[in-house]
């Protein structure tokens, strides 16, 4: 036992402590230790063991002294040496037997025997050791019958208690008989016996005999009942394995002699459906010969075997997997490019490059065609041009989501010694589809995640690798399978997070932003007649004028996709339902006047001229994950000292170009008519609003330029302008990229001219006819050409 908390250190090294004796304490003043888990009983011997500070210079004041130490329990057990009021008042006085130090971490380990009782009175202070004055309490001898027949009683139920332990010893029994004191007795059985530690302390704490003989009784008799249920717990315990065992050696006999005998029909019709399967899959022949491999193994095993599931769960995977081609459908070009035009409105070079995929497969049926992925923002139909691709083809659809996948087992699946094993998801979707050559939709490949246990994206190389997917092999099948006849398609929204080697197997087809005039299309088409079936409406019960849905495009919404209009759309249709609702008489037509009290006030305003209607303030063109935005850029001059400020979380590229452009316009000082001078008693202040939102990327050169020359020139930037394009310290103009993308949010923006550098023309030809239609295009070969166009001449005060 331990009065401490540090477990007890093996005896590695015995020592004596040969000092010079200190002073005696006086009769009636003990040395104190208290410790922490532990009651020593007096006629005991205990191990103690002094870990903590105090506790050794306890000890060592008591060995020096060559007294005896007082043994008290703490009331706190968590707490570190305690104070006198948080000691319990009755302890034992304990004679030092032997006294060893550890080398190892310098613990004090005492044999200590138990003498008598004592009670303290009050602390007494010592130099270097805890003391106090204390009251003897001896055991006083006594004729009382009642005392001898409670230890009569108490001897015959501790024979019982020992009788019940296992391994016990008739020498346990004759040393109890041998103690002629009851309270002897009862201190050693108290000491002996598994009870908590508040017992303990209480019965220590009873110095009455009668009453302390009582509670080990007490004590004895419940720790009788916990041996006999023990025993019985046991006793029921080893008859159901022995039972157990036995039904399994029953079983195993019975399976025996039904074997021989012909009659196991459980088994066999198991193993006949297993044989009929594999034979209807239509194996290829390497395949084939391992399930048969492991049907014979099947049929050999024992039903109660844990393996017998497994076995029975891995050829009903090889026999469900759809080996052989079916028969394929003939590609009708002209039904696939209606059902392109039916379900897609708009992205005329992507339905074109699918057009001329299936031209090819057509031709070519056994060919090697590439994988495609559709990179766009999100709500821009990517999912649903791999379903129409279904659709054209006549074969079933399946999508695997890779949004999250972090473990390369989800792409290969689990070996079948791991418990719950099973295929990848590329396996399992196949058997879902059904059919081989399937169109399997990857989406979210740029979501890929990478764990500890392997990279998903590496296992994936073999999925869309032409070259390879023709023996993929699952960790479960552990037999290859032929995935060149499924039709790849992958959706990403960024191209940033798809893996090089990953992106170097698929040909990637853009899907920008939709203009206003398609977002107007696709909601009269689509997304009204979905949402009013959504609602349970009918055209006649609400109608949704074609200026408030111009409005809801305009006034509600601000993204790339469809996917907030959607939800913009069923929000005006879910107020109408309600009054239908209540109402079945109830018909409404929705004006741009009723949005207001449905939707609330405008969540977006064309403010291009308010925030441009001063010198230093430029509309610039920005890239985004979700399509193109306006970029404000904001330039101030103070008194300094000819420092450049940055503000509006900038990244380092467009620190750097912000530097650039201060550096052009102060060698272009006599061409802008700027004061040279002035630069050394200013400071410069770039901004770019929306300071919570990271900002990145050289596109942003020629519209800080205009801003700081436009501020210096003391002229306004035209508000009607938008501006794009990298500078050099030469001041050439240099190509961006996202220009379609870029354009569209100008034209969302209310802008109408838009300044593009004069490599990008190229570009132009990617924007739709319609946004075409309705801007300026202003091709920059030097800023000069952006100084004349965008700054206007009229001087502003």
Same mark, same amino acid.
């Given at each position: 036992m331990s009065m401490d908390s540090e477990s007890e250190a093996p005896e590695s090294s015995s020592a004596s402590l040969e000092t010079a004796l200190e002073p005696a304490l006086p009769q009636d003043t003990l040395i104190l230790l208290p410790v922490r888990n532990t009651v020593l009983f007096p006629g005991m011997v205990l191990t103690l063991t002094a870990g903590r500070g105090q506790s050794k210079e306890d000890v060592q004041a008591a060995i020096k002294r060559q007294q005896p130490l007082g043994v008290v329990l703490q009331r706190d057990p968590h707490m570190q040496d305690p104070p006198f009021e948080g000691l319990n008042t009755i302890g034992t006085v304990a004679n030092v037997l032997r006294y060893v130090t550890s080398p190892d971490d310098g613990a004090h380990h005492l044999i200590c025997q138990g003498v008598e009782r004592f009670r303290l009175i009050a602390p007494v202070t010592g130099p270097d050791y805890r003391a106090a004055r204390v009251e003897f309490l001896p055991d006083k001898e006594t004729d009382d019958p009642a005392v001898a027949a409670r230890a009569l009683v108490l001897k015959e139920r501790a024979g019982e208690m020992i009788g019940l332990l296992p391994n016990a010893g008739g020498e346990l029994v004759k040393a109890l008989d041998a103690i002629n004191s009851p309270g002897l007795l009862a201190d050693t059985l108290a000491g002996l016996i598994e009870i908590p530690l508040e017992t303990r302390q209480a019965i220590l704490e009873t110095l009455e005999l009668c009453k302390r003989l009582d509670k080990v009784l007490d004590a004895v008799a419940g720790r009788i009942e916990v041996l006999r249920l023990s025993r019985e717990i046991g006793d029921q315990t080893r008859s159901r394995i022995d039972k157990r065992q036995r039904e399994m050696m029953?079983?195993?006999?019975?399976?025996?002699?039904?074997?021989?005998?012909?009659?196991?029909?459980?088994?066999?019709?198991?193993?006949?459906?297993?044989?009929?399967?594999?034979?209807?899959?239509?194996?290829?022949?390497d395949v084939e010969t391992h399930a048969r491999r492991e049907l014979a193994r099947l049929e050999r095993m024992p039903e109660a075997s844990s393996e017998y599931s497994i076995s029975v769960s891995y050829l009903e995977w090889l026999t469900e997997l759809p080996w052989q081609l079916p028969p394929e459908a003939p590609i009708d070009i002209a039904q696939a490019r209606h059902i392109l035009d039916d379900a897609h409105f708009?992205?005329?070079?992507?339905?074109?490059?699918?057009?001329?995929?299936?031209?090819?497969?057509?031709?070519?049926?056994?060919?090697?065609?590439?994988?495609?992925?559709?990179?766009?923002?999100?709500?821009?139909?990517?999912?649903?041009?791999?379903?129409?691709?279904?659709?054209?083809?006549?074969?079933p659809f399946v999508r695997v989501s890779l949004g999250g996948v972090h473990d390369e087992a989800e792409i290969r699946g689990h070996r079948r010694t791991y418990i719950g094993a099973m295929p990848g998801n590329i396996i399992q979707a196949i058997r879902k589809a059904g059919a081989r050559n399937c169109v399997m939709l990857l989406d979210e490949l740029d979501k890929l995640g990478q764990g500890a246990h392997g990279d998903p994206a590496a296992a994936m190389l073999e999925v869309l690798d032409p070259e390879q997917n023709a023996s993929f092999r699952d960790n479960y099948l552990g037999v290859p399978f032929d995935l060149s006849a499924v039709v790849f398609v992958a959706t990403a929204n960024q191209p940033e997070g798809i893996p090089g080697p990953l992106k170097d197997r698929m040909e990637v087809l853009d899907l920008p932003g939709y203009t206003e005039a398609e977002k107007f299309e696709i909601a009269r088409r689509f997304l009204v007649p979905r949402q009013l079936e959504a609602c349970g409406l009918t055209p006649a019960q609400c109608d949704l004028s074609d200026e408030a849905l111009r409005s809801i495009i305009r006034d509600y919404t601000r993204e790339a996709g469809v996917r907030s209009l959607e939800r913009q759309i069923g929000a005006v249709f879910r107020h109408v339902a309600l009054r239908v609702a209540e109402d079945a008489a109830t018909r409404a037509?929705?004006?741009?006047?009723?949005?207001?009290?449905?939707?609330?006030?405008?969540?977006?305003?064309?403010?291009?001229?308010?925030?441009?209607?001063?010198?230093?303030?430029?509309?610039?063109?920005?890239?985004?994950?979700?399509?193109?935005?306006?970029?404000?850029?904001?330039?101030?001059?103070?008194?300094?000292?000819?420092?450049?400020?940055?503000?509006?979380?900038?990244?380092?590229v467009m620190k750097e170009s912000a530097q650039a452009a201060l550096t052009l316009v102060k060698s272009r000082c006599d061409a802008l008519h700027i004061d040279c001078a002035g630069f050394e008693k200013r400071d410069i202040h770039v901004h770019v609003p929306?300071?919570?939102?990271?900002?990145?990327?050289?596109?942003?050169?020629?519209?800080?330029?205009? %801003?700081?020359?436009? =501020?210096?020139?003391?002229?306004?930037?035209?508000? /009607?302008? $938008? #501006?794009?394009?990298? *500078?050099?310290? !030469?001041?050439?103009?240099?190509?961006?990229?996202?220009?379609?993308?870029?354009?569209?949010?100008?034209?969302?923006?209310?802008?109408?001219?838009?300044?593009?550098?004069?490599?990008?023309?190229?570009?132009?030809?990617?924007?739709?006819?319609? %946004?075409?239609?309705? =801007?300026?295009?202003?091709?920059?070969?030097?800023? /000069?050409? $952006? #100084?004349?166009?965008? *700054?206007?001449? !009229?001087?502003?005060p």
């Open positions: 029953l079983r195993e006999q019975l399976r025996t002699i039904q074997h021989e005998l012909g009659d196991d029909a459980e088994g066999q019709e198991e193993a006949r459906k297993l044989a009929g399967a594999i034979t209807a899959a239509s194996m290829p022949p708009g992205l005329d070079k992507v339905k074109r490059r699918i057009l001329e995929y299936l031209g090819v497969r057509k031709l070519n049926p056994h060919g090697k065609a590439p994988i495609l992925c559709f990179l766009g923002p999100p709500g821009v139909g990517k999912t649903s041009l791999g379903q129409s691709i279904a659709r054209a083809l006549e074969r037509k929705i004006e741009p006047d009723d949005l207001s009290s449905i939707l609330g006030h405008h969540r977006f305003e064309n403010e291009v001229a308010m925030r441009t209607s001063m010198p230093g303030v430029v509309t610039g063109l920005a890239w985004t994950p979700v399509g193109g935005d306006l970029l404000f850029i904001e330039a101030s001059s103070t008194p300094g000292g000819g420092r450049l400020v940055l503000t509006g979380q900038l990244g380092d929306a300071g919570a939102v990271p900002k990145d990327g050289p596109s942003a050169g020629v519209a800080i330029f205009i %801003a700081i020359a436009s =501020l210096l020139m003391g002229q306004a930037v035209r508000s /009607d302008c $938008a #501006v794009t394009g990298e *500078i050099s310290l !030469r001041g050439v103009v240099l190509p961006v990229g996202g220009i379609k993308e870029k354009v569209l949010a100008a034209l969302r923006g209310g802008i109408k001219t838009v300044l593009l550098p004069a490599r990008n023309a190229a570009d132009i030809e990617d924007i739709p006819a319609d %946004a075409r239609s309705q =801007l300026r295009f202003v091709l920059l070969a030097n800023v /000069d050409d $952006a #100084v004349r166009e965008i *700054i206007e001449t !009229r001087p502003v």
